[in-house]
């Protein structure tokens, strides 16, 4: 099966800083990357997704990058808000599509 | 739009008890998943319902674990007898796409298991 890895497992940032984390993943046949975002207490939300005919995808503060010949794929967020604090989960599916691989997240603080 | 609910948001049993959770997808979904997270580690697949049929359990742990989407509309999946290790959130999705795509996430059942 798929094998996700996420880093760094915590993130601590001043305000108006950048975060970026990283993840890897086993499956070659994998074109579809998502990242979610879980605030505390509430459900996992899709931020933004990347499909492997691109290599980045930007949404105001936030970026997606791939590189599909390392597989790897990275969440950029820049000028980091308090309101970012979060957990951050990475996933890859299977080759088949409908199962998704997350990776162990990272709980991302943004220092006001 | 009702999102994906889930009940109930907190369980605290006794080992050898049992625990129905329940999850009901937004309305037209035809995929139906279910994801445990033991904390701190990552979301980890269990099951993938497409109306009422099983596409994929590869991810039960063991025969203790029982999920059912009779209908299928909502979805439940029963732990008999729950041991120490079922401890997690367990996460309900649903999506409409048949290729891979956003998953919508309920808040998560979190089961405790003394």
């Known amino acids: 099966g798929e094998n996700v890895e996420q880093h760094p497992s915590t993130l601590s940032v001043q305000e108006g800083d950048s975060a970026v984390i990283k993840c890897t993943y086993s499956?070659?046949?994998?074109?579809?990357f998502p990242w979610y975002k879980q605030e505390l207490g509430k459900r996992p939300q899709l931020i933004i997704d990347?499909?492997?005919?691109?290599g980045e995808k930007k949404d105001q503060r936030i970026a997606v990058t791939l590189n599909k010949t390392a597989k790897h794929f990275s969440l950029h967020i820049t000028e980091t808000q308090p309101e970012d604090s979060a957990v951050y989960f990475c996933?890859?599916?299977?080759?088949?599509?409908?199962?998704?691989?997350f990776g162990s997240g990272t709980k991302l603080n943004v220092k006001p | 739009e009702a999102g994906v609910t889930q009940f109930p948001s907190h369980s605290v049993i006794e080992k050898g008890q049992t625990v129905t959770l329940r999850c009901d997808p937004i309305s037209g979904h035809d995929n139906l998943y279910w994801y445990r997270r033991v904390m701190g580690k990552e979301i980890k697949f269990l099951l993938h319902f497409v109306k009422e049929s099983k596409q994929d359990e590869s991810g039960m742990p063991n025969n203790r674990f029982l999920a059912e989407r009779t209908g299928g509309t909502y979805s439940t999946l029963k732990v008999q007898p729950a041991e120490l290790e079922d401890s997690g959130v367990y996460f309900c999705?649903?999506?409409?796409?048949?290729?891979?795509?956003?998953?919508?996430f309920g808040e998560g059942s979190r089961l405790t298991v003394l």
């Open positions: 999705a649903s999506s409409q796409v048949k290729v891979a795509g956003e998953l919508f």
């Open positions: 990347i499909r492997s005919n691109v």
């Open positions: 499956d070659s046949a994998s074109n579809y």
């Open positions: 996933a890859a599916p299977l080759y088949n599509f409908n199962k998704f691989y």
